[in-house]
């Protein structure tokens, strides 16, 4: 497996190795979610925008909103709320377009393609952020969750979904025969783009264990920041308030 420092070594080569192996994988990229997570990924997205307690009102920002499975969850929950989607990977986007284009309800989804790290939006206009499944991908946590407080009024909440690092002996095992043995086997047959299933593993490795990303999510403004364990704290949500 190609280590991660062979992949890019500044922020910027990580930026655009991302956007590529994004585009690349575009097509399977729904179905190996559900395979990967043996069809539990949209309740874990389900269950993110529920931990957040958002109002079901008011205009919510899905930073990287991808194929837009996260705008669609929010949608379930919160079906009076006007989301403004934002993802730099065009292909993913045109998919997203796509399945909003058979749901009436989903014409309050605005989806634009740029970068999460520089929102084109005024300072405090949305009534909450949310973001999945980004965090290992961003060229620089701190300064989206920076970015992220720029643009969200006082009082609203960011909410992140994603995958954690473990430091559990047993955890640690468990996750290196899914993550390194399975899912790239998945990745050869369904996308056929084994490095990017290859990615996957190591990105969650080089992250943040759950405790970790609560402490950076603080240290740039947000208050009352807490983690709620999911799937045994493979996966975390993050809440924080402006
Ligand atoms: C794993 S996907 C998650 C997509 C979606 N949120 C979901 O739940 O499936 C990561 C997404 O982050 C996007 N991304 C990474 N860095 C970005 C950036 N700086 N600006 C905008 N999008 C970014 C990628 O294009 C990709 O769509």
């Not at 009076?80 to 796509?98: H, S, T, Y």
């Not at 309800?105 to 973001?131: D, E, M, R, Y």
Request: glycine share 6%; proline share 4%; hydrophobic share 40%.
């Amino acid at each position: 497996m190609k280590p991660l420092k062979d992949r890019y070594s500044t922020p910027a080569e990580k930026e655009n190795y991302v956007q590529n192996m994004f585009s690349e994988i575009d097509e399977h990229y729904d179905l190996m979610n559900r395979v990967m997570s043996l069809g539990m990924d949209m309740r874990w997205r389900r269950k993110a925008i529920r931990v957040a307690e958002f109002d079901d009102k008011g205009i919510l920002l899905d930073v990287a909103a991808g194929t837009g499975d996260m705008s669609l969850a929010a949608k379930k929950m919160l079906p009076n709320v006007k989301i403004m989607g934002v993802d730099f990977c065009r292909p993913f986007l045109d998919i997203a377009r796509e399945k909003f284009s058979h749901n009436n309800n989903h014409a309050s989804v605005n989806l634009i393609q740029g970068n999460g790290l520089k929102l084109p939006f005024a300072n405090n206009t949305f009534h909450g952020v949310f973001n999945g499944f980004l965090l290992r991908n961003i060229a620089d946590v701190k300064e989206l969750y920076t970015e992220l407080y720029r643009v969200t009024r006082p009082g609203g909440k960011v909410v992140s979904l994603e995958m954690m690092k473990q430091t559990n002996l047993l955890q640690k095992s468990i996750f290196s025969v899914h993550q390194k043995r399975i899912v790239p086997f998945m990745g050869r047959m369904i996308s056929l783009h084994p490095e990017a299933y290859e990615y996957l593993p190591l990105s969650i490795e080089n992250f943040y264990t759950a405790d970790e990303l609560s402490k950076v999510i603080t240290s740039v403004g947000w208050k009352n920041v807490f983690h709620k364990k999911i799937m045994f704290g493979f996966l975390a949500v993050h809440v924080g308030i402006k």
